[in-house]
């Protein structure tokens, strides 16, 4: 018999998450400060819960898909979260993107209550999620991570387990990264070329086809070209991955001169207001600087 799930945060990939949970055969209890989206997915299988302790009394396994690491501590840990009334053998996993060094924090005070808690951070967007494809890298005890894995399985088709607690979120941390230089590399790019007198669809089709191809490039220049800054990850979110990697790079005195460039375009970005548009909004700096727009020719 599989075991109950508490499922808490159906954001834009927790939706997708807990109905392919669903789908599986599990049986879900859900929880999200929005009524509406959770009599949404219940309507479909799921079972409501009012409150977190309630769903926490119900279920073996509690999964959390959350924005930040404040959010996930608050849920734990805050005056109504869910850690007083967890029992030994329980299981949390943490499907959020959250610090590294919070995360090592977090399993070992729940450890110390015989509560085991796995970060399992998942990559892709939110078309992955809904079919099931996403990426989860998972960190903390193995044969727990064995234990919870046919519910990964149920959201992503790439299940990494990387080793001791944190290194998920830290391997999560490392792709991020990767894609906002891209990123940020191609904000102040693409705006030169055409400064430079070349035609922007002909720079975008060149440099996705050529070695300068990257999924930056493959997933925002069709947006950029058509001006369509909304769809994505809100850049204000996304900027917590650049904070994280530069707090370890200030612990451990780990230089990263190219992520700390990247770092700068990220600031003007919001500095000009641009942060709930998603991580291609970035041009918005370089184009306003250059004088130029990165778009379509209209016909």
Excluded at 108 to 118: C, D, I, M, Q
Excluded at 182 to 188: I, S
Excluded at 190 to 215: H, I, N, W, Y
């Amino acid at each position: 018999m599989k075991p109950e799930i508490g499922f808490v945060g159906l954001g834009t990939m927790g939706k997708w998450m807990a109905l392919n949970l669903i789908k599986a055969g599990f049986v879900l209890n859900l929880f999200d400060q929005r009524k509406e989206v959770v009599e949404e997915i219940a309507a479909q299988g799921g079972q409501a819960s009012s409150m977190l302790k309630e769903l926490a009394r119900k279920s073996t396994w509690i999964i959390l898909c959350l924005p930040n690491t404040g959010i996930v501590e608050e849920v734990l840990f805050g005056k109504d979260g869910m850690a007083d009334v967890l029992n030994p053998g329980q299981v949390l996993i943490d499907c959020g993107t959250i610090h590294p060094l919070a995360t090592k924090k977090f399993a070992e005070t729940l450890k110390g209550r015989g509560v085991f808690f796995l970060d399992a951070p998942v990559s892709g967007m939110e078309a992955r999620a809904k079919a099931g494809t996403l990426t989860i890298m998972v960190g903390g005890e193995e044969a727990v991570f064995q234990q919870v894995k046919p519910a990964l399985k149920a959201m992503g088709n790439k299940i990494i387990y990387t080793g001791a607690s944190g290194n998920g979120q830290l391997m999560k941390l490392i792709n991020q990264v990767m894609f906002d230089v891209h990123c940020a590399a191609m904000a102040e790019i693409l705006p030169l070329a055409v400064k430079m007198g070349l035609d922007p669809e002909q720079t975008c089709e060149v440099t996705r086809s050529g070695t300068g191809q990257c999924f930056a490039l493959d997933n925002f220049s069709p947006l950029i070209l058509e001006g369509n800054f909304g769809p994505g990850y809100p850049l204000d979110d996304a900027y917590k991955d650049m904070v994280h990697v530069a707090e370890i790079s200030s612990a451990h005195r780990i230089p990263l001169p190219v992520t700390a460039a990247a770092m700068v375009t990220y600031q003007m970005a919001l500095d000009q207001g641009l942060g709930r548009e998603n991580k291609g909004a970035m041009i918005k700096v370089w184009e306003k600087i250059l004088g130029v727009a990165v778009r379509k020719k209209r016909v």
